[in-house]
């Protein structure tokens, strides 16, 4: 009834065809983020990403169905952490690279990875999708398949094709309708309410000056500063700068408007900036760096003013990135975030299913010690906590 094909690049699907799937809520998984990542090296031989995009056809070579796929050579810009079953797989003498990934990369953004248009048929595409994806891990002969970041209902189907569910934890913010910036931290208590106008307060002091500026309105000049912010970030951190200057130019123009720049002004002068994704629905922190320090700036450009652009603008979450215990301050809470793992060698697959378990329990645990530090008010009929659930299940 289906038929499964793996792409080497993601030209090989038109633009349409592939964004009719996506959908406009997940800006990193549109086909312009995609080809641009493959059109300047951003993804390759090089950083060991080698595409295989996965595209479900029906009987008349419809693509009905699709995942953002990778012949992944390292764990690098995962986000979902494997390096001790890799180092497991080499004191046991076997190979754990290559693997294949369902992700985008270097993006720990929760959501769909199961692309369908709304569909009655959206269940069984997603079960003939999964199954083949395990076959084209098995033709392959890698040690395993990892879906990264997937949703509820995603997660729910894919154990129930055998793949061994993994928990994460991140801090996302979600969106109630707040009128406006002092509406939400209205919401605070007393004490944490007064720490984030004082930290806005700072920034203002400091004689810092904010823009944000959507995509297609950044010029050639602020793109290239902000390149240099996004290199030095990664120097400063001893990591792998692996978006270039003309994958940024390029998304700019071909997919402006789901972009956001905040741009950070000191006596005429960019001093700091941050990078965000923005979906229908969601807004998606990326990328920050600063050329100088400035008390509470980095918590204004990356939380605060992504956060006043939401309610500003109607959107009902902000993803503000991976990890950082510091959000839950400024009103991010503890989400659950899922991927889900096949692993070919049944040697390795018993030991891994059987940390998954007990590791879902830590994170549980984890969890419920972060929600003790909400800043939100309780009240007589609810906790003190945000309203928000683990995660979006988008079925």
């Not at 030209?11 to 549109?30: K, Q, S, Y």
Request: net charge negative; with cysteine.
């Amino acid at each position: 009834m289906y038929r499964l094909t793996t792409l080497a690049a993601i030209d090989e699907i038109p633009a349409a065809d592939w964004n009719a799937l996506a959908g406009d809520d997940l800006p990193h998984l549109r086909h312009e983020f995609l080809a641009a990542m493959e059109h300047h090296g951003c993804v390759g031989e090089r950083f060991g990403w080698l595409p295989r995009h996965l595209v479900l056809r029906d009987g008349h070579d419809r693509p009905v169905a699709a995942a953002p796929c990778y012949l992944k050579f390292n764990s690098y810009g995962e986000f979902v952490f494997d390096w001790a079953w890799a180092d497991a797989y080499r004191r046991a003498g076997e190979r754990y690279y290559p693997k294949l990934v369902v992700a985008s990369p270097y993006t720990p953004a929760t959501g769909l990875r199961i692309l369908t248009a709304d569909s009655e048929e959206r269940p069984a595409l997603a079960a003939a999708l999964i199954q083949g994806s395990v076959q084209v891990a098995e033709r392959l002969g890698v040690s395993g398949l990892h879906w990264l970041f997937t949703s509820d209902t995603e997660t729910d189907w894919l154990r129930a094709q055998g793949l061994m569910p993994r928990l994460g934890c991140q801090f996302h913010w979600q969106n109630p309708g707040y009128a406006s910036f002092d509406d939400f931290i209205g919401a605070f208590s007393a004490e944490k309410r007064k720490k984030v106008k004082r930290e806005r307060r700072r920034v203002g002091e400091s004689g810092i000056h904010i823009r944000r500026v959507r995509g297609d309105a950044v010029t050639p000049s602020e793109w290239r500063i902000f390149h240099q912010l996004y290199e030095d970030t990664f120097d400063k951190r001893g990591g792998l700068p692996t978006l270039s200057l003309p994958f940024f130019e390029e998304i700019g123009r071909t997919m402006g408007e789901h972009l956001l720049l905040v741009l950070c002004e000191h006596a005429g002068r960019i001093v700091a900036a941050a990078f965000c994704l923005m979906g229908s629905h969601s807004l998606y922190g990326r990328h920050w760096g600063c050329f100088q320090d400035f008390h509470s700036l980095h918590f204004e450009a990356c939380y605060y003013q992504g956060l006043e652009h939401c309610i500003e603008h109607g959107l009902t979450r902000f993803e503000p990135g991976a990890q950082g215990e510091h959000k839950v301050a400024r009103g991010f809470l503890p989400t659950r975030t899922w991927s889900a793992h096949w692993i070919a060698d049944p040697r390795f697959r018993q030991p891994i299913g059987a940390f998954l378990e007990h590791e879902i329990e830590a994170v549980e645990d984890y969890i419920d010690e972060m929600h003790s530090h909400s800043p939100y008010k309780a009240t007589p009929d609810q906790s003190p906590d945000q309203p928000t659930g683990s995660q979006p299940a988008q079925a």
